[in-house]
């Protein structure tokens, strides 16, 4: 059985941190496309970040969280981080990991911006007040 579960979502004020983790198991952790997305209530999905696990430099940001954001994996872990620093009150929403499999370093970016992986976990809150 699949899962990705997300953890480490809550509140915090502008200009904190939150690090949310996404833990995988059922598949082959390793070489795995991940991405992180985030929806805000009223608003549609949008892409956070993406990387290739087992190795290798392919990290994937939006424009939005540049700097701001970062994105590690954890191999033996089966985990991938999501660090996010100066958060602001327009990162409040629910933030996904999904995993996609079969893909290559090379196609991860593409699949990460279309949203195109295999698997998705349910989701953690993150509210950010002024």
């Known amino acids: 059985l699949v899962r990705l579960v997300e953890s480490g979502g809550g509140a915090v004020t502008a200009g904190g941190s939150l690090r949310l983790a996404c833990a995988g198991s059922?598949?082959?952790?390793?070489?795995?496309?991940i991405g992180w997305f985030r929806q805000a209530p009223g608003k549609e999905r949008e892409v956070v970040a993406g990387i290739y696990t087992g190795g290798g430099d392919m990290k994937y940001y939006a424009d939005s969280v540049k700097g701001r954001f970062t994105i590690s994996s954890d191999d033996p872990k089966n985990t991938v981080y999501l660090q996010m620093d100066s958060l602001e009150p327009e990162d409040t929403a629910t933030y996904y990991c999904a995993a996609g499999e079969r893909l290559m370093y090379y196609t991860c970016t593409g699949a990460v911006e279309r949203a195109d992986l295999d698997y998705w976990g349910r989701g953690v809150g993150v509210t950010v007040s002024s």
């Open positions: 059922g598949f082959t952790y390793s070489s795995t496309c």
